[in-house]
Structures are given as C-alpha cells and as structure tokens.
T-cell receptor
Framework: NAGVTQTPKFQVLKTGQSMTLQCAQDMNHEYMSWYRQDPGMGLRLIHYSVGAGITDQGEVPNGYNVSRSTTEDFPLRLLSAAPSQTSVYFC??????????????FGPGTRLTVL | QKEVEQDPGPLSVPEGAIVSLNCTYSNSAFQYFMWYRQYSRKGPELLMYTYSSGNKEDGRFTAQVDKSSKYISLFIRDSQPSDSATYLCAMSARNDYKLSFGAGTTVTVRA
C-alpha cells in the first residue's frame, strides 16, 4: 500500500494563479481531509469529506475548493492564489469503521509558495 | 483563545532524559486525545491514542489525560536522538472525526 500520496511536493505560484493539489489514498478510507500548517499555528483544517459526493468546510475554508468524486481522490483547488496561502498542505485519511477516531494517516505534504 | 494550547518550545534535552510535553484545552466535548510525531519535512504520524481520562503506556512513551483539568501529557523515557521531532497534540469529540491540533512542540535530544 502506498498510503496517502500528494502531488506536487513543491510549488511556486504567482498571486492570482490557480492550481490543484492532488491527494490520493489506497486504503479505502471514507474520511479525507486537508490541513494547512503554518509556523506556530499547528495544523488547521481546511475542508473534509466523509465519503464520495460529500464535503464540508473546516476552520479555514476561504479561498479553497474541494470535490470528492471517488473514494480514493480528494483534490484541493486554490481559486486565485494569495501570499497568505503560502503554507505546507497536508492531506489525511481515516476509516470511519470501528474505533479509529483520530487515527488519521497523513501524506508527505505539499510546500506552496505564493509570490 | 485557541481551543488547544501547546507550548511550542523548543525543548532541548540530553540523551537519556525524560521528555515531558503537555497541552491544555477548553472544549469539554473532547473525548479522544492523540499525540502525533512529525519529523522535519515529513507528515505527522500517530504516536499515541487515548480515549477519555487515564494513562496509556507504549514502550518508552506514556500518555496521560486529565479531563477534569482539561490537560494532557506525553512523557518520553530514556530519550534518544531519534526522538528529535515536533510533537503535536490533537483531540476530537465523540462521533466527530475533525481533529483540533495544538501548535506543536519541537524537541531536540542531544547525543
């Protein structure tokens, strides 16, 4: 199993550009989520999904869109990049079956810089 | 005020010392408490998972939860240089898979 994979690893954008961060998992997990990590702020939830076709907003959703058309994939779209979106982005997944609350598996992250 | 407070450190200890980390929280609905370890430029990985109050031990790691004080701790005994990482506390309410994270504490174990 590859676990949770994210592409690209690094990205530099100019203000106003759009892009999609890819996330995929091969563990058949229902729950998937996107976090951003900034110095001194910990991980903050952007969007999450409990299954294909179902998404919801987290703590910091503004400027980001998500969709979940399959169980495996959960892309994050930046509509019009701003310097405030410079961050490290992590995708995570978890099974909703059984006592596994909190056991989220994280991808390696995407380092995004917006100039 | 943040929902989860964690001293970011940094914390530097000699090899073999006991590392003590803690978090406080304000949401009394939190029932699940976790510690994640994150090596530099890597994703977080689950280290310890505790439900409600009490202690849990796993090798050199001990997690404690005191819900009455809204305080959780992680102890690392006989610390090793390989324990050098950022440790993040996280918690969630029952039937809620969303996690609230602390800011993370950076730990360096000196050989």
């Amino acid at each position: 199993n590859a676990g949770v994979t994210q592409t690209p690893k690094f990205q530099v954008l100019k203000t106003g550009q759009s892009m999609t961060l890819q996330c995929a998992q091969d563990m058949n997990h229902e729950y998937m989520s996107w976090y951003r990590q900034d110095p001194g702020m910990g991980l903050r939830l952007i969007h999450y999904s409990v299954g294909a076709g179902i998404t919801d907003q987290g703590e910091v959703p503004n400027g980001y869109n998500v969709s979940r058309s399959t169980t495996e994939d959960f892309p994050l779209r930046l509509l019009s990049a701003a310097p405030s979106q410079t961050s490290v982005y992590f995708c995570a997944s978890s099974s909703l079956r059984g006592r596994s609350e909190g056991e989220q598996f994280f991808g390696p992250g995407t380092r995004l810089t917006v100039l | 005020q943040k929902e989860v407070e964690q001293d970011p450190g940094p914390l530097s200890v000699p090899e073999g010392a006991i590392v003590s980390l803690n978090c406080t929280y304000s949401n009394s609905a939190f029932q699940y408490f976790m510690w994640y370890r994150q090596y530099s430029r890597k994703g977080p990985e689950l280290l310890m998972y505790t439900y409600s109050s009490g202690n849990k031990e796993d090798g050199r790691f001990t997690a404690q939860v005191d819900k009455s004080s809204k305080y959780i701790s992680l102890f690392i005994r006989d610390s090793q240089p390989s324990d050098s990482a950022t440790y993040l506390c996280a918690m969630s309410a029952r039937n809620d898979y969303k996690l609230s994270f602390g800011a993370g504490t950076t730990v360096t174990v000196r050989a």
